[in-house]
């Protein structure tokens, strides 16, 4: 574990000594902006069309991290986007349930809430224990009354918990059900093997420390989806009819920043040649150190459980501080941590949380600094 944190940091010529925010935005690598400049470069050479970066191997690579198929990787501009894409067109009748639970992202919930006005859904909450955690058995239950579609966040914005996605896929395909997982916080974080999901949607500039600018969604198109809007690039005119192309080409813009997605090809083969399962224990255990050192400090309490196996901490204020002005304290001893408005779960969060989220390679003294930052007050 401890080499995965060494190759890391030799990948990068320049690393702020006080990030602790790859859950916001993570820290590229020489590769990746060398392949971004790279793509601008034969662009504006050979024009932009004609250099078109080939992306063949950095789908497969991205796809294997989930299970899928290359065919089924579509690139987007956002992990929001890409969401958007894929339940704004999924086919369900007027009455259909959807599941998601009180921890969902905001923005999911508001999508969630306005497709269901629209098209008559009915949206169904899952429960969670009082770690934020979806109950397996209560889901069984869920799915036993009937559900059509249940939509998970594997790891949260503003939570470490990771939920138990391997078990939840299980329980959905037992049912029938399609499961939409959103590893926008998970992908290069925890293990998202073995979920067996209809559809995953994930963003690039978070633990894969790709650029920001691309998304992806990964569906096998098994079930009834088709994109929002159809593009040229993903659908044909035939005979007056629009139908998809096959394959998760529906939900992919041809008109997007290539520089930035071959910039996110390069990030996910790097995530590859370090070894994903050597990373996730590397990170899990990066959050247990972090969790052991700022817990209690100035009377700042840590929202997960101290062993959960991942890297984002979320830490609530003690009734005489606040998250904003802890989050200015570590911005003028340059530390970079995230404060989270409530506005990030609605359904879940009550206050604003701070955030802190260590890349790999982070060592103990930055999180320190921030413990003493927090408790001076």
């Known amino acids: 574990m401890a080499e995965v944190g060494v190759l890391w940091r030799a990948a990068r010529s320049v690393m702020p000594g006080g990030h602790l925010d790859a859950a916001g935005c993570n820290v590229p690598s020489d590769r990746t902006l060398a392949a971004v400049v790279a793509q601008l470069r034969g662009e504006r050479e050979r024009g932009g069309y004609a250099a078109a970066p080939d992306l063949?191997?950095?789908r497969a690579a991205l796809a294997a991290?989930?299970?899928?198929?290359?065919?089924?990787?579509?690139f987007t501009e956002s992990g929001t986007a890409a969401m958007a894409a894929l339940l704004g067109g999924w086919h369900l009748p007027a009455g259909s349930r959807v599941g998601h639970a009180r921890t969902e992202y905001g923005g999911t919930v508001m999508l969630l809430r306005r497709l269901a006005a629209r098209n008559g859904w009915r949206l169904v909450e899952l429960p969670v224990d009082g770690d934020g955690r979806l109950d397996p058995d209560?889901?069984?239950?869920?799915?036993?009354?009937?559900?059509?579609?249940?939509?998970?966040?594997?790891?949260?914005?503003?939570?470490?918990?990771?939920q138990p996605a391997q078990e939840l896929g299980a329980l959905c395909r037992a049912a029938g059900v399609p499961l939409v997982l959103d590893v926008c916080q998970s992908l290069g974080h925890v293990d998202t093997g073995g979920v067996g999901a209809a559809a995953y949607v994930g963003t690039s500039r978070k633990w894969l420390a790709g650029p920001r600018g691309v998304g992806f969604v990964i569906a096998a198109t098994a079930?009834?989806?088709?994109?929002?809007?159809?593009?040229?690039?993903?659908?044909?005119?035939?005979?007056?009819?629009?139908?998809?192309?096959?394959?998760a080409a529906r939900y992919e813009t041809s008109e997007g920043p290539m520089a930035a997605r071959a910039g996110f090809g390069a990030a996910v083969m790097e995530h590859h040649a370090l070894g994903p399962h050597a990373v996730h224990a590397h990170l899990a255990a990066l959050g247990r150190v972090a969790r052991d050192l700022l817990d209690g400090a100035g009377g700042w309490r840590v929202t997960e459980p101290r062993d959960e196996p991942s890297a984002l901490v979320t830490l609530l204020p003690p009734p005489e501080d606040t998250v904003d002005r802890a989050a200015a304290r570590a911005a003028e001893a340059s530390l970079l941590v995230s404060a989270i408005p409530a506005e990030r779960a609605p359904l879940h969060l009550s206050q604003p949380l701070l955030r802190v989220s260590p890349p790999p390679g982070t060592g103990e003294e930055p999180v320190r600094a921030l413990a003493r930052i927090l408790a001076a007050g």
């Open 56 to 58: 063949a191997e950095p």
């Open 138 to 162: 209560a889901l069984r239950s869920r799915l036993a009354k009937g559900l059509d579609l249940v939509v998970v966040s594997h790891v949260g914005s503003h939570s470490g918990v990771v």
């Open 65 to 74: 991290l989930v299970g899928a198929a290359p065919a089924d990787v579509a």
């Open 223 to 247: 079930v009834p989806m088709d994109a929002a809007v159809p593009t040229l690039g993903g659908h044909r005119w035939d005979g007056g009819q629009v139908t998809p192309r096959p394959g």
